[in-house]
C-alpha cells in the first residue's frame, strides 16, 4: 500500500498586469464593483505572441520538478488540466512531453475547469496508490484572455477570468498517514450549459479575430455564465465536497490547518471560511492578484502559500473546487 505526496509545486503567471482600471479603459465597468463582487484588484494577461497554456505549465513544471529534487526523466505520467488548450487536439499534455524533454512517458489531459486540477491530482494518486507510476507531473494551466469578450457585452465573465499555470509533482509516499488522504469527485451535467464555451478553438489567436471573419454577433464563441445560478450551487457544493473529505477520513472542520479553494470569488471564500469557523490563516486568498484562473488557480494559490511558509510539514491541507460542469471536488492532504 502506498499513498501520493505532494513533493514539488511551482507556478508561473505572465508579466502583463491588468489592473481593474485597465479594463474599465474598453468597457463599462469600474474598480469599485469589481472588487466589491469579487474581491480581485488585478490579473495578468498573456500578450499576443508570447506564452501560451502549454508553456505556461512548462515553466511552473520545471519549478516543481526542481523542488521535488527529482529529474524530469524520473517523471512517470503527466495529467494535464485545462480548459484553453492550445490546440482543440491533441491536448497540452504531449506538447508538455515534448517540451521538456521527458521520454514517451503517457500523457493524459483532463476537461473539468475549475475543477481540473482536483481531478487531475485524484487521477495521479490514484496511479501511485495502485502502485503502477512513482512520480506524476500533475499541471493545471489556463490562457483565458485571448478568448474573452473584452467589450462591456461580456464584463460579467471577463472580468473575472485571469491566465497563470501551476504544477506538482506527485510521488510515492510508503507511510500511509502521510500525502493525499483522499480524493472526492462530483458532477452534475444538468447544468452544462450554464458555465460553458459553446465554440471550440483558440489556440494561439484571439477569438475575436474568428469572429470578425464570420459573424460578429455569435457569442458562442466566448465563455458565458450564469453568475448567480453558479455562485449559489458554489456554496452549497464546496460546502458539501469539504465535509464529505472530512467525514471519510474521520476528520472535523477544526482540524484544517489551511484551506486552498479554487479562486473563483472571494465572496465564495468568505462564506466557506465563515461557515466552516476558520480564521483568516486557515485560507488562502489570493484572487486579488490574478483573478480566477480555472485549473490553475488551486496549484498557484498552494504554492504560493507553501513558499510564504503558511504550509508545514504535518499540517492537514484541504483542497475545493467546484465549476463547469458542473463538476466539484475536494482533496485532503496531510502534509
Ligand atoms: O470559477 C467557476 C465558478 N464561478 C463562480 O463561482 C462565479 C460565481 N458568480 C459570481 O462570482 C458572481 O455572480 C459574479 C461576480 C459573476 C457577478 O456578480 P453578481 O453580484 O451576481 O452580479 P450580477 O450578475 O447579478 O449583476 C449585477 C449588475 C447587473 O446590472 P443590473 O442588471 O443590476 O443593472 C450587471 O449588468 O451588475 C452589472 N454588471 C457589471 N457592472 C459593472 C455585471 N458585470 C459588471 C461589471 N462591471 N464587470
Wanted: proline content about 3%; aromatic content about 8%; some cysteine.
Amino acid at each position: 500500500m502506498y499513498n501520493s505526496k505532494i513533493t514539488g509545486l511551482g507556478y508561473f503567471v505572465p508579466e502583463n498586469v491588468v489592473t481593474n482600471d485597465d479594463l474599465a479603459k474598453v468597457m463599462d465597468t469600474n474598480d469599485e464593483w469589481i472588487q466589491e463582487r469579487t474581491g480581485i484588484k488585478e490579473r495578468r494577461h498573456v500578450v499576443k505572441g508570447g506564452d501560451t497554456t502549454t508553456t505556461m505549465g512548462v515553466k511552473a513544471a520545471k519549478i516543481a520538478i526542481e523542488r521535488a529534487g527529482i529529474d524530469k526523466d524520473d517523471i512517470d505520467f503527466i495529467v494535464f488540466a485545462t480548459l484553453s488548450p492550445d490546440y482543440y487536439f491533441p491536448g497540452p499534455g504531449v506538447l508538455v512531453q515534448r517540451d521538456l524533454g521527458i521520454k514517451t512517458v503517457g500523457a493524459l489531459d483532463v476537461r473539468n475547469q475549475c475543477s481540473g486540477f482536483i481531478y487531475a491530482l485524484s487521477v495521479a494518486d490514484q496511479y501511485i496508490k495502485s502502485g503502477m507510476y512513482k512520480n506524476i507531473l500533475v499541471i493545471g494551466s489556463e490562457l483565458h484572455s485571448h478568448g474573452l469578450d473584452m467589450t462591456t457585452r461580456g464584463r460579467s465573465v471577463s472580468v473575472i477570468f485571469g491566465d497563470g499555470a501551476g504544477a506538482a509533482v506527485l510521488s510515492r509516499e510508503e507511510d500511509t498517514s502521510k500525502g493525499v488522504l483522499s480524493t472526492h469527485l462530483h458532477s452534475e451535467g444538468q447544468h452544462a450549459e450554464e458555465l460553458s464555451l459553446i465554440a471550440p478553438g483558440m489556440g494561439k489567436r484571439w477569438v475575436t479575430d474568428i469572429i470578425d471573419e464570420n459573424d460578429p454577433n455569435d457569442e458562442s464563441y466566448f465563455p458565458y455564465m450564469n453568475g448567480q445560478f453558479v455562485f449559489k450551487n458554489a456554496v452549497v457544493r464546496f460546502s458539501e465536497v469539504i465535509m464529505e473529505g472530512l467525514k471519510a477520513n474521520d476528520l472535523t472542520p477544526a482540524d484544517i490547518n489551511m484551506l486552498v479553494p479554487h479562486q473563483a470569488n472571494l465572496r465564495i471564500s468568505q462564506f466557506i471560511q465563515k461557515k466552516f469557523g476558520l480564521g483568516d490563516d486557515q485560507v488562502f486568498n489570493n484572487i486579488m492578484k490574478y483573478g480566477n484562473t480555472t485549473a490553475a488557480s488551486i496549484p498557484i494559490a498552494l504554492t504560493e502559500a507553501w513558499e510564504n511558509g503558511k504550509i508545514k510539514e504535518g499540517d492537514l491541507v484541504v483542497l475545493a473546487a467546484f465549476g463547469s460542469g458542473f463538476t466539484w471536488g475536494s482533496a485532503i492532504i496531510k502534509w
